[in-house]
């Protein structure tokens, strides 16, 4: 059993920055992915961003379109933590943010929500005008 936690969500105004963390117990696993996904108020969930990697090679790092130059993902190995760095934000950023791990994964399907095996409850990020 995997837990995950999110924290860092608030409600800011457009053109702030907030910076998401996602803690995950355990040990950091040799090889998998880690993904944050987002769902607004009547909307699917959607995908924001993903952190591959394997026991033997580096990681790589994808994000939606909707987010590519605003958003960066990392991760700190030795705190088994992601984070979601998040800058410029628009009204359209509005959403409840969970993230997501896929032990053993490293597949092409990051961008999928079926592939994740573990979800954290989320964190609530709200964006005025």
């Known amino acids: 059993q995997v837990q995950m936690v999110e924290s860092g969500g608030r409600s800011v105004q457009a053109g702030a920055s907030l910076r998401l963390s996602c803690a995950a117990s355990g040990r950091t696993f040799p090889t998998s992915t880690m993904g944050w996904f987002r769902q607004a108020l009547g909307k699917e969930r959607e995908f924001v961003a993903a952190i591959r990697w394997t026991a033997w090679s580096g990681e790589t790092i994808f994000y939606a379109d909707s987010v590519k130059g605003r958003f960066t993902m990392s991760r700190d190995p030795a705190k088994n933590t992601v984070y979601l760095q998040m800058d410029s934000l628009i009204p359209e950023d509005t959403a409840v943010y969970c993230c997501?791990?896929?032990?053993?994964?490293?597949?092409?399907?990051?961008?999928?929500?079926?592939?994740?095996?573990?979800w954290g409850q989320g964190t609530q990020v709200t964006v005025s005008s």
């Open positions: 997501a791990q896929a032990p053993g994964y490293s597949g092409d399907y990051y961008y999928a929500d079926k592939r994740y095996d573990y």
